[in-house]
């Protein structure tokens, strides 16, 4: 990414390049949606800092926020009954051989004795160089194949 400072009124030998980003500079969640529509997802920002984005091969929506340098990505699984949710289901989520590889499960409480079940994955940002382009594909990467890791997992402990 290419930042110019100079006035853009004279001549481009007055103008200064930079390639990557000075300590100075943030991190913008519009960097982050450029990055991941360009690598075949839409996008929608949601609120400030926070996209919903959408694989268009898959159709798997998730959210992506970006709070400092930290870009979180978060997946709604499936919404149950708070009685649904046994010391079973809960073994599956945490065995190590669940066949989860890189992301984690986060239950959240929700109106009516519901609780959401999400799946959740992360990423530090540098300075969204080629470094942290490799790091937030490969994290909505791995989140895409928990994803199918995880409802496989999880349909049958639902439907029991």
């Known amino acids: 990414m290419h930042f110019i400072s100079g006035d853009a009124n004279k001549p481009p030998s007055t103008c200064v390049y930079w390639y990557g980003m000075t300590p100075s500079q943030t991190i913008s969640i519009s960097q982050v949606a450029e990055l991941l529509a360009h690598s075949g997802y839409d996008f929608a920002e949601q609120s400030s800092g926070v996209l919903r984005v959408r694989d268009i091969h898959s159709g798997v929506a998730f959210q992506a926020a970006l709070q400092?340098?930290?870009l979180y990505f978060t997946v709604?699984?499936?919404?149950l009954s708070a009685g649904d949710v046994?010391?079973?289901?809960?073994?599956?989520?945490?065995?190590?051989?669940n066949g989860i590889s890189t992301s984690s499960f986060?239950?959240?409480?929700?109106?009516g004795g519901k609780v959401l079940v999400t799946l959740n994955n992360f990423c530090t940002l540098q300075d969204m160089g080629p470094e942290d382009h490799d790091d937030v594909l490969s994290c909505a990467s791995f989140l895409m194949a928990d994803v199918v890791?995880?409802?496989?997992?999880l349909q049958p402990a639902v439907a029991a």
């Open 68 to 70: 400092g340098n930290v």
């Open 76 to 79: 709604h699984l499936m919404t």
């Open 86 to 97: 046994t010391a079973g289901l809960m073994r599956k989520m945490l065995s190590g051989n």
């Open 106 to 111: 986060r239950l959240y409480d929700a109106e």
């Open 149 to 153: 890791a995880a409802r496989d997992l």
